[in-house]
Structure formats: C-alpha cells, structure tokens
C-alpha cells in the first residue's frame, strides 16, 4: 500500500506531540491542540499552497515576477488636447518566469520566459487612437536559457537584450528609471502625429523624425535572437558581447560602485549590424532599412552615467549616443545626413522625505539631430532632409515601500523644426503631456 504524506495531518500530529511533551500540559489543553491550533495551522497551510507556484520537477527553481504599470496621460498638441488612459510603454506591465538549477558548486544552468502585458499601449496614442496599436496583447519579450560559472561569467541563447540593449537607460541609476529614463522623451511622443500652424502633417509622426534603433533613441540596441556572454564583476567592472539575427553583434562595459559619499553607474558601449537581404523600404531609420534593394549597414555607440551623493541624495544622470546609417550617403548623395544623435542630462534629488518611502524630484533635458533623407517623410509640402528636437520634462515619483510600488507624476514638453533638402527650415507646433500613474511590483 502506497503512503500519502498530508501536511495537515503532520502539522496537527507534531503540534500535539509537543504539547504533551512539555509537563503540566492537560487533557483539555491537548484536546485544544486538536482544535484551535490545528485550524490555525491549516489555515497558513492553505494560505501557504495558494502561494506557492508549482514546478515541473524539483531540481530547477521557479520564480514569478514582474509589475503592473499602468497611467493617465493628459496630451496637448497646440490644436486639440484630451485624455487617455493606458500602458505605460517606457516599462510596459509584464510577468517573467525565471529558475536556476545548480549542477555543481561553481556551475549552474537556467533560463527566463518574460511576457509583456498591454491593455491600451502608450507608446502609440495619438490624436486618432485613444487604444493604440494592438490593444489588450501579451508578447514574449525573452526567451532563454543560460549556463553559468563563476569563475568565467555566464553564456546565454534566445531572445534577450542584446550587451546594448537600454545601454543608455540602465545607466539611471535612481527611481526615475521605469519612468523617465533616457528613451522616455521619445516613447511617450512616438505615434502623435505632427503639426505645423495647426496643420496635420498626413501620417508623419514625432517618431518619424527621429533617429535610433531602439524607441528612437540612437546609441542602444534592442531585444533580438542572440548568443551573449556576460562577465563576473571585477571591482566594479563588468562585460559583455552580443551575436545574432544575421549579422548583428555589440558590446558593452559597466561599471559600478563607490567612490567616499559617492554612489556611480556608468555604462558604454558599440554595435554594429548589416543584412544584405533586407530590402524592406519601410522608411523607418531605426531599423537601418532606407531604400528598396540597400539592405541594411547601420553601427552605433554610447555613453551615459549616473553620479549620486549618498548624504544628500542629490544626483546628475546624463549621457550621449549616435547612430549612422552608412547607406545614406551611397543612396542619397554625399550631403545627405547620415547620423542620428541624442544627448540628455537628468538633475535632482532622491532622499526620504517621507516614511512611506523614498522620494525623487526631478528635472531633464533632451536634444536630438536626426537626418531623415526617405522621401515619404513629408512637412510643410517638402521633403525632410533633417530634424532638431528639445525635450522638456520635470517631475516627482513616490516610492511606498510597503506595496513595492511607485506612484509618478511628470510633466513633458517638445518642440523642433525640420530642413527640406532644399534647405527650408519648418518649425513644429509644441507638444505637451502631463502623465500620472503608478507601478506595482510583484
């Protein structure tokens, strides 16, 4: 006859052992053992199971995690202004499934299943969609496995952040990070389309004329299928390479650590990728894709770093990056513009003014060159050879610590001009934004 363990029954068993091991415990004490107490046990028990996820086996991990991230956004384009309510796409709501497994003292074995959630994404509001695009989806944003070594660092295959990837937005190294971090300028004005005097501009976008290969942001990778490699750190240093999607490859340095009262983060690094079978005249810069029969020949580099003074809180984070295109010059002449650039610098100050949780008052700066040479980016009725866009913004985020969660309220402005490539210069309607919302962590 095969046994069945019941945790219940355990519980109550052992409870009622100790209870008559120790001396002057009496029957009706022991009969309350049998009643009380094993209802109290059974209920954190329960409580226990419902919390407990379940694995395959017993010999790999599994851990649940991720964050519900979730706004109002209040818009102004010059001639019409409203309200939504969605996703924040800068750190969209997600889940991931992670798990390791040791193989001996200095080796081990895993992998990540990250999941993005979207109820009405963000990233793609504009005047003519209060949902934006592919509302109500989940995606997969990684999948991966990895083997690991502490001597010698970790080699992982799937899809992942390439060594670039958020290169310039992982340097932020304060709670502005999920919410107003290097690429944030860029994704909150992606989809709303351009004015000029009040005038729409047909489907050209903020988003068109800007530059970058990840969320218009020049100097950073993206998510792709890759094999990456990533160092031990090394007082303070760390490394790592990147190799896929033929043929994209990129690296990147980190460092971290104190320096007296000092707090620092810095990151840099380079990519490069070229396909000469992409042929897609998509008209999007950021994936180096600019004429029919061109393929792609795009490379990138960038900077960024975080400085924080630990009895203040006061903090500088800021950075620079670039992207060119090295088919531009070859396809639209040699005075076309071949380089995307974006340099920022984020001021303030995050301390515990409050016992609920820290507190990070901020104020940012973002410029952007972009040359955009495709000759269906149209405004003011001529095509735009090249753009100049500010970035404005300020804000607060409140961190409750007893609900691991962050609530945010940030005030955002742009404003730029384009050059035709008959050298006419246009100048844009601002934008404004006044976001708010929270992210919950779990």
Known sequence: MTS????????????????????GASSANAADLGGNCCADLEERIAELEATTARKGNRKVSLTISGWVNEAIYFWDDGSESNTYVGTNSLEQSRFKLAGKAKI??????????????????????????????????????KSVW???????????????????????????????????????ASVYVNAFGLRVNGVAQGTVTWGNILGGFNNNTPGQGG????????????????????????????????????VGDFKLLAKAGYGQTTDENDNANNGDRGSCAIAAGVGRDCEWWGLAGTIQHKPTG??????????????????????AEDANTTWFVQGGIETKFVSLGKTTLFGEYRHDDAGRPESNRTVGGATVAESSVDFWAAGLVQNIDAAAMDVYLIYRHAEGDVTSTGGVKTNLDDFDMVMTGAKINF
């Not at 992982?156 to 107003?180: E, I, K, P």
Request: net charge negative.
């Open 4 to 23: 069945v363990f019941n945790p219940r029954v355990a519980a109550c068993a052992l409870a009622a052992v100790m209870g008559f091991g120790f001396g």
């Open 223 to 258: 998510r792709r299928n890759v094999v990456k490699y990533d160092s031990p750190v090394i007082a303070g240093f760390s490394v790592s390479a990147s190799w896929g999607e033929d043929d994209m490859w990129d690296s990147a340095l980190t460092y971290k650590g104190e």
């Open 146 to 184: 990895f083997v690991e070594n502490k001597t010698f660092g970790k080699i992982s295959v799937g899809q992942d952040g390439t060594s670039t990837y958020h290169l310039l937005d992982d340097a932020d190294g304060v709670n502005t990070r999920s919410f107003s971090d290097a690429e944030a």
């Open 314 to 335: 006061l903090f500088v984070y800021g950075g620079y990056g670039e992207q060119t295109d090295n088919n531009v010059k070859t396809v639209f002449g040699a005075a």
């Open 104 to 141: 001996d003292a200095d080796w081990s074995a895993g992998y990540t299943l990250e999941f993005g959630v979207q109820g009405a994404g963000a990233g793609n509001f504009s005047q003519d969609l209060d949902n934006g695009t592919n509302p109500n989806s989940v995606s997969i944003r």
